[in-house]
């Protein structure tokens, strides 16, 4: 049984630069459904990364803060009459260099590049691709979990702007189509792109604890989510994040890490 219905469709999916990350999962899951692929990736080098996960499958390479870039992609995906049912969102990117700093010490330059990086290419982006889209397409990308309780600098701002975007698009969207627009709001991940955040481990671990099961998040139940927000299975959900993170968001008193911390106070 085709639960999923996204056989022999197509798919445009961005971020895939391992087999660790949410991206790669979710292309997976899709091809083992039997839906075509579509990459975008930044360059050569994660180009051939990319091509030996999905041999079979075109990939592009498109930088996000290139306007240029954008549109020859567009264009060449047009001139091929592309038509496309979903489109997988998942790329982020913070400037750590310099650790995290408080909030109020955010430099202009980094809040701008991560913003367009992390949360504007997804309505650039979905912009260029517009006439390629089925009108019944399902746009998902990824976010976090609790955007305000982040540790990730100015990361949380920027995902709950991603976030707002998703709703706005969706309105956008729906004066010329049905197109939907939905984001899957991931707890902490052990992926590659994680590591880069100074600290991350330690969140890790405690996110661990709070989950009501104390086992971490995988990253194949955050591709899971996304899977089924592409399929036309998740028609009836538009405009909205949801939140897969194994119950964490309503554990953050376990009684077994409060007094841990307390015993140590």
Known sequence: MDFLKVSGKTFFITGVANKKSVAYFTAKGLEENGAKLIFSVLNEETKEKCAK??????????DVEDENSIADMASELIKKEVRLSGFVHSIAFANYSEGIKPFHETKVADFLQATNISCLSLVTLTNALKDCFENDASIVTISI?????????YMGPIKAALDASVDFLAKSLSEFSSIRVNAVCSGPLKTSASAGIPGYINNYIFAEQLTLRKQALKTQETADTALFLLSPRSSGINATGIVVDAGMAVNYFDQNVVNKVADSI
Do not use: K
């Open 53 to 62: 996960l999905f041999p079979n499958s075109d990939i592009y390479i498109c």
């Open 145 to 153: 979990s609790n955007t305000r309780a982040t540790s990730y600098g």
